[in-house]
């Protein structure tokens, strides 16, 4: 497999995959979706609470909260040399401690360790004047089999679109017109593809040409593979640890056979 990167930005990666066919493009999606693991509140005790919502919303909105992750430091709790009771390689320690008026920000959790905190931004609740909240919840590691909340990014792909326009064209226009991704556009002497890459393969311009004169299709071999993470780890991280996982699954299948 051949991998350029098209784009990185604000948490969302863009990678041309080339040389494999569907069903290793699909394995990489959803093993970044549902086998990447990550950290995520799963325990939240109350010291105290009156706020206007019940300590089971809270502890559920806090669950839903993305953690940076580092895969290097912990482990899943169940295969920590703990024995799943709790240490500082399976377990994340975080507190929160606010009076009101004023919204409770993801932010305002602390964690015990500095670079592991919450993703910064998400509103938890609304506590009133004279309102508090005192709490401290725990984090640990795992995957978006087990939960949602576990879940690292949203991942998709397409087959790479090759538009062809052949001689029988006689500059109509109506494909220009029809594409809803401005992909091809009026040259002298033609009609020429500014973005393949663009192109939703919806085939409206094939569609729109009376004389056949366009020709759209995806390359069976060839991807456009978009990742957008939660924020808990960066989009690098979760493909490269999606090929790991993979790569370690076919191993221990083929010890198997």
Sequence with gaps: MKVEKLSH????????????DVGVA????????AEVPALAIEEVEFHEN??????????HRLGLVPIKTDLKVFNYPELCSCGGKGCPSCTLKLTLSKEGPGIVYSEDLKSEVPGMEPVKGVPIL??????RITLQATAVLGNGKRHA?????????????????????ILCEECVKVCPR????????????????????CRACVDACEYGA???????NKFIFRLETTGALTPEDIFNKACEIIENKAKELHGLL
């Design 149 to 169: 909340k576990w879940q690292p990014a949203i991942a998709g792909y397409k087959y790479y679109p090759e538009i062809k326009v052949t001689e029988d064209c």
């Design 26 to 33: 699909n394995a990489l999606r959803r093993t970044a979706i």
């Design 9 to 20: 930005k604000n948490g969302e990666i863009v990678l041309l995959l080339d040389g494999i």
């Design 126 to 131: 609304k506590l009133g004047r004279g309102q």
């Design 182 to 201: 401005d992909v091809l556009k009026v040259k002298k002497g033609g009609i020429d593809v500014v973005d393949e890459k663009e192109c939703i393969l």
């Design 214 to 220: 366009i020709e759209v299709k995806g390359n069976p």
């Design 50 to 59: 009156t706020s206007s919502f019940y300590d089971e919303i809270i502890a």
